[in-house]
């Protein structure tokens, strides 16, 4: 029996937190009272914004995508169709930038759980793409269709995650042809909260789409009935990567195209490391991620005016030693507070991303890098955090025990962004008074009305004293957070679904299965 199993025990007989203050903790998103850190002086960024219009101008993209190359040539872009190259004038780029919506909502299935998205507004997505899972007791092992669904089970049960996630781990045990699918009809049924779903070519994006009119009914731009502004509405989601250096394959250009004809999100996001996709400077990095950005973002405007769109960045450097990329890192911060400033140029909300690290276990390393991460993110004003929790590994592991190491921290920032109440009643002066020099307040009335809510209480930090603490098991923090995940799935309740509309998107899943069975799709 292992030393983690008898801790755990030791602390269930102990009665340690019956029952997680992390299913408590208020829901919706964070809205941010400080004036975002602004990293670029005016000229600075003028120069990365010029450089981006040549770069985009002179050299160009290369754009794999018949219909994307069709549709900038009847815009009136130079297009070298033999090439696949696309070269924008700043005057064509920039109107379409334009036409992007400021801020959009994102409606999920339960109405309470919709998400508005831009101004000052901070949203969090859990961990997406990796390939591996982790925890302490099964160890690092290729992701299964099991952990995806304990991954969502997880998100559905935590409010401070705002989305149901994007391809949150690989499925190794589902064929790639139909993972979207399984993904997808799984977020449906163990979730309520707002669904993404990778758009990886016309195919999959169609099934996505598919699956949510099944859910949300035909207009998927129709607002809730309580809505009364004039902000675009959306209900599904996904990510398009930029093939940096300057470059968007067909997969991403078919899923970008599906989505913004459709009036759905998708979130630009070119991956740069600096030094092997772009120049080693910073500086060249950034001005690449701006030209790639608005090359993408001008597309979903050409599709469709007034489709939602997210601008991101995901640029760090590269690793000089071993040519990996490194994360949470002061260069990987600079790029997530400048890429904000480019974005709120152009008026547009900003994706970055939240719990990015090297380190191979939930440890202080991944802590750390992953502050130095989510900390940029948060102080940029980022309207939509990716990989806000769970990430490990360089993104190729998603571990259980960092998941809830990371919810911790999530929930701390939204306690520190709500701010303190500054009155007459938390002055205070009259206990100060009644007091006086050399008293304590443990007894006044005042702390007494106030001590259960005052102070932010965490779930899984630990307070006590050595000999106390070692006698509940001396769990450390992973130790404590192989617990709680633990007891959230043991907790986990789906959320209430119509039965009409589940038989509807199973059907469909099963039907699309047996139509895709053998072929090969974009996953």
């Known amino acids: ?26 829901g919706g998103p964070l809205r ?34 018949a219909e994307a190359l069709s549709l900038w040539a009847a815009a009136g872009a130079r297009v070298d169709h033999a090439a696949q190259i696309v070269r924008l004038d700043r005057g064509l780029l920039l109107e379409l930038v334009a036409r992007a919506p400021r801020a959009f909502t994102w409606r999920a299935r339960n109405s309470a759980r919709d998400m508005p998205v831009g101004g000052n507004t901070i949203t969090f997505a859990p961990q997406g793409g990796v390939v591996y ?30 989305y149901s996630g994007e391809q949150i781990m690989a499925t190794h045990d589902v064929a790639p042809s139909v993972r979207h699918l399984r993904r997808l009809s799984a977020a449906i049924t ?35 009935p309580a809505q009364g502004d004039a902000q675009p509405v ?21 899923g970008l195209i ?79 507070l400048a890429g904000a400033q480019l974005a709120r140029r152009y008026g547009l909300p900003y994706r970055g991303s939240g719990s990015l690290n090297t380190s191979k276990a939930p440890d202080a390393q991944a802590v750390t890098e992953t502050l130095w991460t989510t900390w940029p993110a948060v102080l940029a004003h980022t309207n939509f955090i990716m990989h806000a929790a769970g990430w490990l590994e360089g993104g190729l592991c998603a571990s259980y025990e960092k998941f809830i190491i990371d919810l911790e921290s999530l929930a701390m920032f939204s306690r520190f962004l709500a701010g303190f109440e500054i009155s007459d009643e938390t002055l205070a002066l009259d206990m100060i008074a009644a007091v006086g020099p050399g008293g304590h307040h443990f007894g006044t009335p ?24 070692l006698a509940a098991g001396g769990l450390d923090a992973a130790q404590r957070a192989h617990v709680v995940w633990k007891d959230l799935l043991a907790r986990y309740e789906p959320p209430p679904l119509e039965p009409a509309v589940r038989e509807a998107v199973l059907d469909y899943v099963a039907r699309r299965e047996r139509e895709l069975e053998g072929k090969r799709l974009y996953d």
């Open 234 to 254: 959306a209900v599904i989601g996904g990510i398009i990567n930029a093939s940096s250096p300057l470059r968007y394959d067909e997969r991403m250009l078919g």
């Open 133 to 162: 899972a982790a925890d302490l007791e099964r160890g690092r092992r290729p992701g299964q269709f099991a952990d995806y669904q304990d991954c969502l089970k997880l998100v559905q049960q935590v409010n401070v995650l705002h």
């Open 446 to 469: 005042h702390t007494q009305a106030r001590f259960r809510t005052e102070f932010y209480q965490p779930f899984l930090s630990d307070r006590q004293g050595y000999e106390t603490w």
């Open 258 to 336: 599906t989505y913004a004809r459709a009036g759905q999100v998708t979130i630009i996001t070119p991956f740069i490391l600096a030094g092997a996709m772009s120049p080693i400077t910073m500086a060249a990095a950034l001005a690449q991620q701006n030209a790639e950005a608005l090359a993408g973002v001008a597309l979903t405007q050409l599709v469709r005016p007034g489709a939602p769109v997210i601008y991101g960045g995901f640029t760090t450097n590269v690793d000089m030693k071993s040519g990996s990329p490194a994360f949470g890192t002061p260069e990987g911060a600079w790029a997530m």
């Open 1 to 26: 029996m292992s030393d983690l199993s008898r801790a755990e025990r030791r602390s269930a007989r102990r009665g340690q937190r019956a029952e997680s203050p992390l299913l408590h903790l208020p």
């Open 32 to 65: 941010n009272p400080l004036k975002p850190l602004e990293l670029l002086a005016p000229e600075a960024l003028e120069k990365i914004h010029q450089a981006s219009l040549r770069i985009l101008e002179e050299t160009g993209l290369l754009m794999m995508d």
């Open 190 to 224: 163990l979730t309520d909260k707002a669904l993404m779903e990778a758009a990886h070519g016309r195919e999959i994006a169609g099934d996505n789409l598919a699956l949510a009119r099944l859910v949300f009914g035909e207009d998927l731009e129709a607002g809730p």
